[in-house]
């Protein structure tokens, strides 16, 4: 497997704040890596580290096996990158700005206009080629930065809330676009939006206070949720008490959870102990035993949730 981003204790120090301590990543050519964190985590900071932007206290970084301080023309060779805010040239036009950014990769002739045509299509920038970019919205210039990312088709992505401004139609657009090319790339993605992690992402990076404290899967990361293989069932009101003393009677239930009832009966929620599979047993057990249920189904889990719970000091430690 092609290792594509590798970083080595990578840390940075502003003054007395330690903004990024001691991270350790590697990404391999096919993966798509979410990572997440709460503002000020230090996402921004590992990103612009990584890609050179900004050199590090300690610790190196690497792009297909090219350091970036030590070769920077080299690794940048290999890389698109989609800073916060998407900095661009007010007074260009996309087309211009997009003709000057392969100018500078080296791409010149009817290649340069075949990569340009390629990233605005890619990217669907036709309606506003001619308009200076100072006047489009901030989903457009959005896009702008995007199509400058991809200019080169570079074998790693960096992408930094690469959906923000964009409507729901343009971030479907988008993360169509990440699962097509993916394959052949290594994509790191910072978002806040935990959808977009699950939409896209193989693998989830969660950093908190400048560390990476989870490092999993978008499904590994919903298995840690306490309601993951939970299981709620609505039952009759008047017998809401009784199926409740069975439940908390069956082997492998942890707790039970009661909500308020309503005009379909009580909702019930058997949270399942470490290893268990409930569902199979309480539909048994519910069948057997007439149970007056009108809905039953199994908890998924939230990876909400779960991001609270791993960037949140206090509820880190008592998970």
Partial sequence: MDTMIATDGLTKVFGAKTVVDNVNLTVHRGEVL?????????????????????????????????????????????????PEGAPLYPDMTPRGFLN???????????????????????????????????????????????????????????LDEPTDGLDPNQKHEVRKLIREIAPTKAIVISTHIL????????????????RVIADDTPAGLVARSPRHGAVTLTVAQPQAETVKTALS?????????????????VRLTAFAKPGNDLATAIAERAAAEH?????????????????????????????
């Avoid at 707790?255 to 009832?261: D, H, L, N, P, R």
Wanted: proline content about 5%; glycine content about 12%; some cysteine.
């Fill in 249 to 265: 009677a069956l082997p492998g239930v942890g707790a039970i959870e009661q909500g308020k009832a309503n005009g379909k009966g």
């Fill in 34 to 82: 979410g990572f997440l964190g709460p503002n000020g985590a230090g996402k921004s900071t590992t990103m612009k580290m990584v890609t050179g932007f900004l050199r590090p206290t300690a610790g190196r970084a690497a792009i297909c096996g090219h350091d970036v301080l030590d070769a920077p023309i080299a690794a940048k060779r290999h890389l698109g990158y989609l």
């Fill in 291 to 319: 149970w007056p249920v009108s809905d039953l189904q199994t908890e998924r889990g939230n990876l909400d949730e779960v991001f609270r719970r791993l960037t949140q000091p206090q509820q880190r430690e008592a998970a």
């Fill in 195 to 210: 959808e977009e992690v699950e939409a896209v992402c193989s693998r989830a990076v969660v950093i908190a206070e400048g």
């Fill in 100 to 158: 000057f950014i392969a100018s500078i990769r080296g791409i010149a002739g009817a290649e340069k206009q075949r990569r340009v045509d390629e990233a605005v299509a890619r990217t669907q920038l036709e309606s506003v080629l001619a308009q200076p970019i100072e006047t489009l919205s901030k989903g457009f210039k959005r896009r702008v930065g995007l199509a400058q990312a991809l200019l080169h088709d570079p074998d790693v992505l960096i």
